[in-house]
């Protein structure tokens, strides 16, 4: 038989800029932990985004805090349409008004009434359309509330899978550096015990035997030849 090693322990990798370990995976009594390291600027940024997000979407249909200042210029806009409705239609009602007292002496007569009539009627269609005017204002407001609001989630919502992608990069790399040392330690462990690993295992088995090593993830089985290999 070849000569034997002990197996080596798990290698484990990590990722360091500048001096300062960003990311590690390491091994504690058969359980792989992945870490990424944040620095105190980013812990406080990424929680200040996590807590603004959370309370954003919390709040994204409550306008209890809107309704007041809303109500304020809905009224605003109501008294100005008001305003110019009436700097249109009284002067115009009052010298008709005027021009059937100085030509009749009253108000009986039906061909000045006809024009007193449409033109109250013309004031009454321009107030109704103010309404309807405030009510597609209303609705706007809130339109353009909720739209600033989803907005402002999506803002924080990409900031915060920004922080997400580094992370993961970061843990992509340092997972690969651990899987480079842990193939280099495979393959110098089956050098180091003479020959082919598999070999000298199924030498020594001899009969079906299954051997699973949890480290490197290799599972061998052995009836008299090689029948399968899972890494």
């Known amino acids: ?94 010298s008709l008004k005027n021009d059937i007292a100085n030509r009749f002496g009253n108000l009986d007569n039906s061909v000045f009434l006809d ?26 407001l809130y339109a353009n509330e909720l739209q600033n609001r989803m907005n402002y989630i999506s803002l ?6 920004n922080y997400d992608n580094r992370a993961l990069a970061y843990l992509n790399i340092a997972k690969s550096n651990a899987e480079s040392g842990n193939n280099y330690n495979t393959k110098t462990y089956q050098q180091n015990s003479g020959g082919s690993f598999l070999s000298n295992a199924l030498t020594g088995l001899g009969a079906a035997t299954t051997a699973i090593n949890p480290a490197i993830g290799y599972g061998v089985t052995a009836a008299g030849q090689l029948s399968s290999l899972f890494i």
Do not use: C, H
Not at 156 to 161: D, F, I, K, N, V
């Open 1 to 94: 038989m070849g000569k034997t090693s002990s197996y080596p322990d798990y290698s484990q990798g990590s990722l360091v800029i500048n001096g300062k370990e960003l990311a590690s995976v390491t091994e504690d009594d058969n359980k792989i932990t992945s870490s990424y390291n944040m620095s105190d600027y980013d812990k406080k940024t990424y929680n200040k985004i996590q807590k603004s997000l959370n309370k954003a979407v919390k709040n994204l249909y409550n306008f209890s805090s809107n309704k007041k200042l809303w109500n304020q210029q809905l009224n605003a806009y109501k008294k100005q349409g008001i305003k110019e409705i009436d700097s249109i239609y009284t002067p115009m009602e009052t």
């Open 156 to 161: 924080l919502s990409g900031l915060s899978t």
């Open 115 to 140: 024009k007193l009539s449409k033109i109250t009627d013309n004031k009454a269609q321009a107030v109704s359309s103010l309404s309807d005017s405030l009510l597609m204002k209303r609705d706007q």
